[in-house]
């Protein structure tokens, strides 16, 4: 099973600027096998992307989805339409968008289900916040949101990120043996919901990963890749992160 490795960019690079990006980053990961590479632009890159990667070694992923196909819904997109770009992913309950736009877990699995449909990939994101990690309701947080999220939803092209809220831009990262904590069980959450093919869901760390933690990160047994913000918006950056060495 091929580690995943994605840029999550968020609101960051114009179309120029995705451009100039990939020209640096394409050479410097051409080569590398083993790991899924994903590059998430804004929505406003995505077809430039694509036409870049393409032939390449790296997919392309969307920053988010709407559950419709089509209708009177200003300013979403649909699965279908992010198809047509080239797309193979769509990340779903980041928690910044469940934050700043209230997405709750219904929202998360109507996305979820409405991108199965399409046949669009998902990276389905789940963590808790420092106030639950404190008061010891971490656990409780994570199968909450793993349960209501796969609600009827199937197996197929699902990846998982588990990505901290405490840990997202601010700097901290959980450790190896707290990142491994909580994988271990989302791997246990998967397995109750679909037996022996839980073993073949990837489940990312996102949270803070650099060129100087990643190694330690992917030496984890149920770490399968990683989902990277700030650290993904340098090329140079993003490749050492995607050429990581793995700990022994």
């Known amino acids: 099973m091929n580690y995943f490795i994605a840029a999550n960019w968020k609101l960051n690079k114009t179309i120029a600027e995705t451009r100039e990006f990939l020209h640096k980053f394409i050479p410097e990961v051409q080569q590398v096998t083993g790991v899924d590479i994903v590059i998430a632009p804004p929505f406003t890159s995505l077809t430039a992307a694509g036409e870049e990667i393409k ?10 989805i709407f559950w419709e196909e089509k ?3 200003t300013g979403e997109v649909s699965p279908l339409m992010l198809l ?23 929202v998360v699995n109507r996305k979820i289900r409405a991108a199965e449909k399409a046949g ?7 963590g808790e916040s420092l106030e639950d990690r404190e008061s010891g309701k971490t656990f409780d947080v994570i199968r909450r949101e793993v349960e209501m ?3 009827e939803v199937d197996s197929v092209n699902l990846v998982l990120a588990y990505e901290p809220i405490w840990a997202i831009g601010t700097g901290k990262t959980a450790t190896a043996g707290q990142a491994q904590e909580v994988h271990a069980y989302i791997r246990k959450i998967l397995a109750n919901l679909y037996g022996n093919k839980a073993e073949n869901i990837r489940i990312l760390y996102g949270g803070s990963v650099t060129p ?8 984890c047994h149920d770490v399968n890749g ?19 060495k793995k700990e022994n």
Do not use: W
């Open 55 to 64: 032939d390449t070694n790296i997919q392309l992923a969307a920053q988010d």
């Open 71 to 73: 209708g009177a819904y």
């Open 84 to 106: 047509e770009t080239g797309c193979r992913y769509a990340i779903i309950g980041h928690s910044e968008r469940r934050q700043y736009f209230s997405e709750d877990d219904v």
């Open 120 to 126: 669009l990939g998902v990276i389905f994101c789940v």
């Open 149 to 151: 999220g796969l609600a």
């Open 212 to 219: 100087e933690n990643v190694d330690s990160l992917m030496a």
């Open 226 to 244: 990683a989902l990277v913000g700030g650290a993904s918006l340098k090329p140079e950056s993003f490749a050492k992160i995607v050429c990581f």
